[in-house]
């Protein structure tokens, strides 16, 4: 290999399909269950058109309830073990606001992400200046229904956010979050 | 805030000063230390020109210590909380070699970083398709030396990567990886 060959930059976009679903985003999604069931549906495409795992994220302003970001799963298409939904999702709200903190002193921002965040993705929420992570599906859901690894977690996970001023609610639409596994595996996508 | 501002799509870039970097790379850098020096090398550069964090990364080719892949630190520059070093490496590499992970039956891959990886880099880790982690300055370095908080890690990481296969080696220059951080304290760097 010559060196010339080394890269210098990187794209990562969301599969094309996104453009519609955008315009038809709601003004605002109110209750942690609206928040999900919009995630939910950004999950269930990508397995529907092939475009990624069966995973789905978005970051939500607190207090306006509106959508700031979007993101599901890239790995496979974009040949790019970090384009997870949750990374994704928290790299196109900073690259929205300009800012590689999201939060502000007026402004709390919550991720929102269909499965419990891999060891990666859970690591990065420190970093990106949210205040609250809600999950759908467990770890133990990811592994069961699938074969995706969570990796290597902190054994008190929960607390290492909390710590640092990050609050976790779980189990909303654990089922549902859980039936999208199952949509992928009866559709045989790809598992890494 | 119009859903028309939500973003589809981002630009990782490493900086300009990067192109002459790579013409300059040597064929092979066969040692640990050979290896750690051009990173360190990265580091510093990445300091002097003011185009990110103190912190430097590279992908090598096992068998023929050539470089895949390089990375500093752009989380100020990029607005983007998720470009640290080593996830540029990552992410380059397999843009490079056009898959999502690096390692084949027939080569191994090594990451070299100039410091411990950070909750998120560590979780990518075992999704990269990488060997070995190449570590110089160990985390109370990071927190001694700097603001940097290196995140919620697993009590016993190094278990949390050799489970996975990946090997650790750490202290390779550790006090030139020091010296990295003086030199950005001195300059009075963002810290974030």
């Known amino acids: 290999m010559d060196d010339q060959d080394i890269k210098l930059s990187v794209h990562l976009s969301l599969p094309e399909w996104m453009s519609g679903f955008v315009s038809d985003l709601k003004e605002s999604y109110p209750s942690d269950e609206d928040k999900m069931r919009m995630v939910l549906d950004l999950a269930i495409r990508n397995v529907e058109e092939s475009t990624g795992g069966p995973f789905g994220a978005a970051i939500f302003d607190t207090q306006s309830h509106q959508v700031i970001s979007l993101g599901v799963n890239r790995v496979v298409p974009l040949n790019n073990s970090t384009a997870h939904a949750e990374m994704m999702a928290f790299m196109l709200a900073q690259q929205r606001l300009q800012r590689f903190r999201l939060d502000t002193e007026d402004h709390d921002f919550v991720l929102v992400t269909s499965a419990q965040p891999c060891a990666m993705c859970y690591g990065a929420c420190p970093w990106a200046g949210i205040n609250r992570v809600v999950i759908g599906a467990r770890r133990?859901?990811?592994?069961?229904?699938?074969?995706?690894?969570?990796?290597?977690?902190?054994?008190?996970?929960?607390?290492?956010?909390?710590e640092?001023?990050?609050?976790?609610?779980?189990?909303?639409?654990?089922?549902?979050?859980?039936?999208?596994?199952?949509?992928?595996?009866?559709?045989?996508?790809t598992q890494y």
Chains 1, 2 share one sequence.
Not at 143 to 149: G, V
Not at 169 to 176: N, P
Request: hydrophobic share 35%; net charge negative.
């Open 140 to 162: 133990e859901d990811v592994e069961s229904l699938t074969e995706f690894d969570e990796g290597p977690m902190p054994a008190d996970w929960i607390h290492g956010l909390k």
């Open 164 to 189: 640092r001023g990050i609050a976790v609610s779980q189990d909303v639409l654990r089922q549902e979050s859980r039936d999208v596994f199952n949509l992928y595996t009866n559709k045989k996508g």
